[in-house]
């Protein structure tokens, strides 16, 4: 390929000087594409080992760029310990080496016309968070000059976010490179908020750092909202309310409030594909959101509502008012779930765990009133009510909670086993998830409840076996209701089954089962299926037809 694109590029461009600047780009991808000029190098302070081209470096110092691999070499270690600062797992007193890191680069932060930073300089704004954060934290001695810059540059990050309101492209949930200018901000900006006095040491107003927050919370970038959630709720724990003035909890309450109203979307139109448009919800949002029209974005606005939640344990006036809020978006939730169009309900998934969290602790400490308005209101939905009871069983973590699920399911049992769906049947065999402890008589009970009532649905075998092996059980009656569930008609079982030809062989090697009546159904059913040509059921049968005394 390197000598093909030399080849062509000499061909098209043969005049000595010509096109210089396209020679000099052909010969670094020459020189790219040529495996041998590659080796692995250390990076400083152990972190970690990198690809470097030896034939283009050496161009490079020929073309008296001697600098440039060892700056190069500089932002990548920088850019990886400003990431572990942000993430808490670097150590403390690094905000101050962080910046002379930076400034010893030699370069300031440009930002292109169109207001986005230069690609290398995200780490800036990385760099700024960390002193912010460290500041307002006091694990970290940050100079008021230095303090003044990250200040600024973490405002005039904050201003590069799209809104979502007028950005006029879809919601961005990127992953791959989240270090960039505006999520920084939203790690970092809040923490400006904690104290007046850290305001006037960064050289800015309460209102400027408010309106940067807003214009963060509005974001149409889903990582940059998740982000100042989670910067809104740890300072919001960490400090308590000083009153209904305080700056910090105003603040923050105030932006999980924008969140949810640059969330509006348009109605669906029915028969019409034309797409949504982004809106701003009026005031109050929480009128708004009772109407009972599917008018948000849930994508936008699923981290602010479990930060809402959250604000809403305070018991200060802010809380008080995030409670309003909370309340209005699970009334949303229950009100237009049923009637989200697929695409939203399908990218839903952080708005729908939070609402079915919120509802099932409630339930599990007593109060089942929310739970009762969300099964009225999933009657028609069973996917959001399988989803809804398996919240339930994976927030039973404590003996007290395990009863509490326990005494309501009787109930469950009633009013959805009938429902012809496969994913509700398996919710209403829940299992411990969070390392709660079920007893034997418990796990018994709620086995032999459920497996009557879906005899010959194989489909569910394979849950029912997990479940069994959950709770360490294989007696006689647990191994009839499983044959009981798997039926008597092999071609049922469906291909993907795992658990089921493992489970049969079980019951024909073990010197009790083997001798009883399960015996010859499970025989029946696993001769059914090596019949059917499975490649597991033959290679089972072929050795049990060999081991001594089972023929």
Same mark, same amino acid.
């Given at each position: 390929m390197?000598r ?12 000595a000087?010509?096109?210089a600047?396209?020679?000099?780009n ?7 594409l040529?495996s ?16 470097? !081209?030896?034939?283009?470096v050496?161009r ?6 001697d ?7 500089q932002r990548?270690a920088? +850019? ?7 993430? !808490?797992s ?25 207001g ?5 300089d995200?780490i ?7 002193m ?11 100079e ?17 976010t ?11 949930n990127?992953?791959?490179d989240p270090?960039? @200018? ?6 970092g900006l809040t923490? +400006?908020?904690?104290?007046p006095?850290l ?12 309106a940067?927050v807003l ?13 100042l959630?989670d910067?809104i709720t740890?300072?919001w ?8 003035g ?11 409030t924008?969140?949810?109203a ?8 029915e028969?019409l594909?034309?797409p949504?448009?982004?809106?701003r919800l009026p ?6 959101l ?7 974005d849930?994508?936008l606005?699923a ?11 305070? !018991?200060?006036p802010h ?12 009334e ?6 049923a009637h989200q ?14 609402h079915?969290t $919120?509802t099932?602790?409630l339930?599990?400490d ?19 009510l399988?989803g809804?009871l398996?919240a339930?069983a994976?927030r ?16 469950m049992?009633?009013?959805?086993a009938s429902r012809? !769906? ?5 919710a ?8 709660? +402890?079920w007893?034997?008589?418990?796990a018994?009970?709620?086995?032999r409840?459920w497996?009557?009532?879906y ?11 997990? $479940?069994?092996?959950?709770h ?15 039926g008597?008609? @092999? ?13 049969l062989?079980?019951?024909l090697?073990d ?13 029946y ?26 023929n």
């Amino acid at each position: 390929m390197a000598r093909q694109l030399k080849a062509a590029h000499e061909q098209r461009h043969d005049a000595a000087g010509a096109h210089a600047t396209a020679r000099e780009n052909v010969i670094g991808a020459v020189l790219a594409l040529d495996s041998r000029n590659y080796r692995l190098v250390d990076l400083p302070d152990g972190a970690g080992r990198t690809l470097v !081209n030896d034939a283009v470096v050496r161009r490079r110092k020929d073309r008296q760029q001697d600098g440039a691999f060892e700056e190069l070499v500089q932002r990548y270690a920088l +850019l990886n310990d400003a990431t572990r600062a942000l993430d !808490n797992s670097a150590e403390e007193s690094e905000a101050a080496g962080l910046f002379e890191r930076w400034a010893a680069l030699g370069r300031a932060h440009p930002f292109s016309p169109g207001g986005r930073p230069a690609e290398p300089d995200v780490i800036g704004p990385m760099v700024a968070a960390v002193m912010v954060r460290a500041a307002a934290e006091g694990t970290g001695t940050v100079e008021p000059g230095h303090l003044r810059w990250a200040a600024s540059e973490l405002l005039s990050a904050a201003a590069t976010t799209p809104c979502a309101v007028t950005a006029g492209w879809d919601v961005q949930n990127s992953t791959a490179d989240p270090r960039t @200018a505006d999520r920084s901000a939203a790690m970092g900006l809040t923490a +400006l908020l904690s104290t007046p006095a850290l305001l006037q040491q960064a050289g800015t107003t309460e209102e400027a750092a408010r309106a940067a927050v807003l214009q963060l919370a509005g974001s149409a970038c889903i990582e940059v909202r998740s982000l100042l959630c989670d910067a809104i709720t740890r300072l919001w724990d960490a400090r308590a309310c000083a009153g209904p003035g305080d700056l910090l909890h105003t603040a923050g309450l105030e932006a999980l409030t924008e969140m949810v109203a640059t969330a509006g979307l348009t109605a669906q139109e029915e028969d019409l594909e034309i797409p949504r448009q982004p809106f701003r919800l009026p005031d109050p949002v929480e009128t708004a959101l009772t109407q009972g029209t599917p008018l948000v974005d849930l994508r936008l606005v699923a981290d602010a509502a479990a930060a809402v939640h959250l604000a809403g344990a305070s !018991n200060c006036p802010h809380g008080r008012t995030a409670r309003q809020l909370a309340e209005a978006l699970s009334e949303h939730d229950r009100l237009t779930w049923a009637h989200q169009p697929k695409v939203m309900a399908s990218g839903a998934a952080g708005w729908r765990r939070t609402h079915d969290t $919120v509802t099932a602790e409630l339930a599990l400490d007593g109060d089942r009133d929310r739970l009762e308005e969300y099964l009225t209101a999933f009657e028609a939905a069973p996917r959001a009510l399988a989803g809804l009871l398996r919240a339930l069983a994976d927030r039973a973590t404590s003996e007290a909670q395990v009863r509490e699920l326990l005494a309501m399911w009787p109930d469950m049992l009633d009013r959805f086993a009938s429902r012809d !769906n496969a994913e509700l049947g398996q919710a209403l065999l829940p299992r411990p998830t969070s390392g709660a +402890l079920w007893t034997a008589t418990q796990a018994r009970g709620l086995i032999r409840a459920w497996a009557p009532l879906y005899a010959a649905r194989p489909k569910l075998a394979d849950h029912l076996l997990d $479940v069994l092996d959950t709770h360490g059980l294989f007696g006689g009656q647990e191994v009839r209701l499983a044959l009981d569930v798997l039926g008597d008609g @092999a071609g049922a079982i469906p291909m993907s089954a795992r658990r089921v030809v493992p489970f049969l062989a079980r019951v024909l090697s073990d010197d009790i089962h083997r001798m009883a009546t399960d015996a010859e159904r499970a025989r029946y059913l696993l001769d059914s299926l090596a019949a059917e040509g499975r490649q597991e059921a033959l290679r089972i049968q072929h050795f049990l037809e060999e081991s001594s005394g089972l023929n």
